[in-house]
C-alpha cells in the first residue's frame, strides 16, 4: 500500500511494502554488511556510506568524514538500490535517480538519529530521498525548518518499507529517528539520494 501524507504535512510518500525485496530477512542483510560498517565514537549508531567518492557530513566537533564503499561490497545492495530505483521511476519517472546511499543500524532502542536536513551541497535537491527499512519498526519524525520543539509529522516504519521525502523537502524541512519508547530489535535504514 501507498500512502501520500495530506498538503498539511511533510512532503513524503510512504510505501508499506517492497514486493520486490520481500524475501530478503534482517538476517541476510545484516550478514552482507556488518563488516563494512564505520565506527565513529560520537555517532550513536553504526554507518557505512556507499558511493564512488567519500562524503564530509556535519560540522565542528560532529565533523565526519565518510570513505567511500562500492556498492558491489555488499551482495544485497545488488537488490536492494534497483528495487528502490524502480519504485522511484513508479513514482517521478525517469528523472528520478539515485546513485548513493548512506546506511545507519540502530542496534537498540537507544540508538537515534538528532534533527537534520539532508541538504549539503553535494546533494542534489532536485532528487528525491528514499529511505528502505528492514528490522524492528522505529518512528521518522518531521519538523518545518526553523521549528523547534516536537514533530509536526510522524510515521511508524515497517520493516521492508519504503518513505520518499520528495524533491526540494530538504531544503524547507528536518527529520529524525527518535529513541524508541521500548526495548525493540535491531534496524538498518539505507537513505539512497543523487550525490551532484
Not at 565514537?41 to 565518510?66: C, H, L, N, Q
Not at 528495487?83 to 522511484?88: D, H, K, M, P, Q
Not at 532536485?126 to 522505529?138: H, L, M, V
Amino acid at each position: 500500500m501507498t500512502s501520500i501524507l495530506e498538503s498539511k504535512t511533510a512532503p513524503v510518500v510512504y510505501k508499506e511494502h517492497i514486493d520486490a525485496l520481500s524475501d530478503l530477512t534482517l538476517e541476510q542483510v545484516y550478514h552482507d554488511i556488518q563488516p563494512l560498517f564505520v565506527d565513529h565514537v560520537d555517532a550513536p549508531r553504526k554507518e557505512i556510506w556507499f558511493a564512488d567518492k567519500e562524503y564530509t557530513y556535519g560540522s565542528g566537533r560532529g565533523r565526519r568524514t565518510y570513505p567511500p564503499t562500492p556498492m558491489n561490497a555488499c551482495a544485497s545492495m545488488g537488490r536492494i538500490m534497483p528495487a528502490v530505483n524502480g519504485e522511484l521511476f513508479k513514482l517521478g519517472g525517469s528523472a528520478w535517480r539515485v546513485n548513493s546511499c548512506f546506511v545507519n543500524c540502530y542496534d537498540t532502542q537507544h540508538q537515534h538519529l538528532g534533527w537534520h536536513a539532508d541538504d549539503s551541497p553535494e546533494m542534489d535537491d532536485s532528487q528525491p530521498i528514499a529511505i528502505w527499512t528492514i528490522g524492528a519498526e522505529r518512528k521518522i519524525a518531521f519538523r518545518p525548518k526553523g521549528v523547534k520543539g516536537e514533530a509536526h509529522d510522524e510515521l511508524l516504519l515497517n520493516s521492508n518499507s519504503l518513505v520518499v521525502m520528495l524533491p526540494g523537502m530538504q531544503l524547507e524541512w528536518d527529520h529524525k529517528i527518535p529513541k524508541h519508547w521500548e526495548p525493540c530489535g535491531p534496524r538498518i535504514s539505507f537513505t539512497f539520494r543523487n550525490l551532484i
